[in-house]
């Protein structure tokens, strides 16, 4: 009988110890996963971070080139108005020019009519 009972508490005991080891591996296992999970979530963070910072980047470097384009491309339109103005001055500044000239030989063709009306009778 005492055989029967010390070989019933020993097998309970194995079969306890067995759950708390089986209890203690589960555990275990739960904080592996748990660990796992929060590398794998910072990992994922810290992609979408980099992404962020990178899209941020491109962004940025596009909007630079733009402002860049917009400005050579207003540059370039006012070198087109200076180029055009400046012709229109020159073409202005030639017809007072001319207009000089021809005020001039028209003057210069009155006084000498004068002259010839006056000086031919006498």
Same mark, same amino acid.
């Given at each position: 009988?005492?055989?029967?009972?010390?070989?019933?508490?020993?097998?309970?005991?194995?079969?306890?110890? !067995?759950?708390?080891?089986?209890?203690?591996?589960?555990?275990?296992?739960?904080? #592996?996963?748990?660990?796992?999970?929060?590398?794998?979530?910072?990992? +994922?963070? !810290? #992609?979408?971070?980099?992404?962020?910072?990178?899209? /941020?980047?491109?962004?940025?470097? /596009?909007? #630079? *080139?733009?402002?860049?384009?917009?400005?050579?491309?207003?540059? *370039?339109?006012?070198?087109?108005?200076?180029?055009?103005?400046?012709?229109?001055? +020159?073409?202005? *500044?030639?017809?007072?020019?001319?207009?000089? +000239?021809?005020?001039?030989? +028209?003057?210069?063709?009155?006084?000498?009519?004068?002259?010839?009306?006056?000086?031919?009778?006498?």
């Amino acid at each position: 009988m005492r055989f029967i009972l010390v070989s019933a508490v020993a097998s309970a005991l194995v079969i306890g110890g !067995g759950s708390l080891v089986m209890a203690d591996e589960l555990t275990n296992l739960g904080s #592996d996963l748990k660990q796992d999970m929060g590398s794998m979530a910072s990992e +994922a963070k !810290g #992609d979408m971070a980099s992404e962020h910072e990178q899209m /941020k980047e491109n962004f940025k470097a /596009k909007r #630079d *080139q733009m402002k860049d384009e917009l400005k050579a491309k207003r540059e *370039q339109m006012k070198s087109e108005m200076k180029t055009k103005r400046d012709a229109l001055k +020159a073409e202005r *500044q030639e017809m007072k020019n001319a207009a000089k +000239a021809k005020k001039g030989k +028209a003057q210069k063709k009155a006084k000498e009519a004068v002259e010839s009306t006056t000086a031919g009778p006498y």
